[in-house]
C-alpha cells in the first residue's frame, strides 16, 4: 500500500506571495490532517478535515487555508506569505478519527520564504 | 487546556544501555497519550499510544512506555539501545474524545547513541 505522499518536496517563495501545498492520504484513509514544524515553536496542529469538511482546527491566521477533495487527496494554502511562515508542513492520514487510529505522516513539503 | 513537556532536548546513551525519555503532560480532560519519532528528512511515526486501556503500552522497535496518572507522566523506555534508535522523539497528548482532535506535541527530544 502506497503511503501519504506530498508535494512539492521542497519549494521557496518570496513575501507576499501565496503558496498551494498538496497531499495524497492512503488509500481508504478518509482524515487528513495538517501541521507546521518548526525549530522555534515545534509541532503544531493546522487543521484536519474528513469526508470534505474540515472538523478540527488549530490556532493560526486565516491566510492558512486548506480544503479535501471527493477522493480525499487534500491541500493546503497561504497566503500573503511571511518570512515566519518558512517550516516543514506535514500531512498525515487515517481512517477515522486521528486519535482513535494510527496517523500515517507523510516526508513533508520544506517551505522557505524569502 | 492541554500541553506536554520533554524533559531534556537532547539525551545520550551508550549502545545498549537503557533508553528513557520523559513526557509530562497537563490535560483538563481525559487524554490520549502518544509516541512519535521522527529520522532526519522524514515524517513522523507512531511507536506508540495510550487510549485508556492498559496503564503500559508496548510499541515497535522494543519501546514501551508507561501511563502514570498520579505523576501524570508518559516515559518511553526501551531497554537496550540501538545505534538506529538515534532520532528525534515526539510526546504528544489529544482530548480521548471523537470529536474533538486538536494534538499538543512537545518540544521533542533528540537521542543520540554512541557506539
Known amino acids: 500500500k502506497a503511503g501519504v505522499t506530498q508535494t512539492p518536496r521542497y519549494l521557496i517563495k518570496t513575501r507576499g506571495q501565496q503558496v498551494t501545498l498538496s497531499c495524497s492520504p492512503i488509500s481508504g484513509h478518509r482524515s487528513v490532517s495538517w501541521y507546521q514544524q518548526t525549530p522555534g515553536q515545534g509541532l503544531q496542529f493546522l487543521f484536519e478535515?474528513?469526508?470534505?469538511?474540515?472538523?478540527n482546527k488549530g490556532n493560526f491566521p486565516g491566510r492558512f487555508s486548506g480544503r479535501q477533495f471527493s477522493n480525499s487527496r487534500s491541500e493546503m494554502n497561504v497566503s500573503t506569505l511571511e518570512l515566519g511562515d518558512s517550516a516543514l508542513y506535514l500531512c498525515?492520514?487515517?481512517?477515522?478519527?486521528?486519535?482513535?487510529?494510527?496517523?500515517?505522516f507523510g516526508p513533508g513539503t520544506r517551505l522557505t520564504v524569502l | 487546556a492541554q500541553s506536554v513537556t520533554q524533559l531534556g532536548s537532547h539525551v545520550s546513551v551508550s549502545e545498549g544501555a537503557l533508553v528513557l525519555l520523559r513526557c509530562n503532560y497537563s490535560s483538563s480532560v481525559p487524554p490520549y497519550l502518544f509516541w512519535y519519532v521522527q529520522y532526519p528528512n522524514q515524517g513522523l511515526q507512531l511507536l506508540l499510544k495510550y487510549t485508556s486501556a492498559a496503564t503500559l503500552v508496548k510499541g515497535i522497535n522494543g519501546f514501551e512506555a508507561e501511563f502514570k496518572k498520579s505523576e501524570t507522566s508518559f516515559h518511553l523506555t526501551k531497554p537496550s539501545a540501538h545505534m538506529s534508535d538515534a532520532a528525534e522523539y515526539f510526546c504528544a497528548v489529544s482530548p480521548a474524545s471523537g470529536g474533538s482532535y486538536i494534538p499538543t506535541f512537545g518540544r521533542g527530544t533528540s537521542l543520540i547513541v554512541h557506539p
Open positions: 498525515a492520514s487515517s481512517q477515522s478519527y486521528p486519535q482513535d487510529n494510527e496517523q500515517f
Open positions: 478535515y474528513f469526508s470534505e469538511t474540515q472538523r
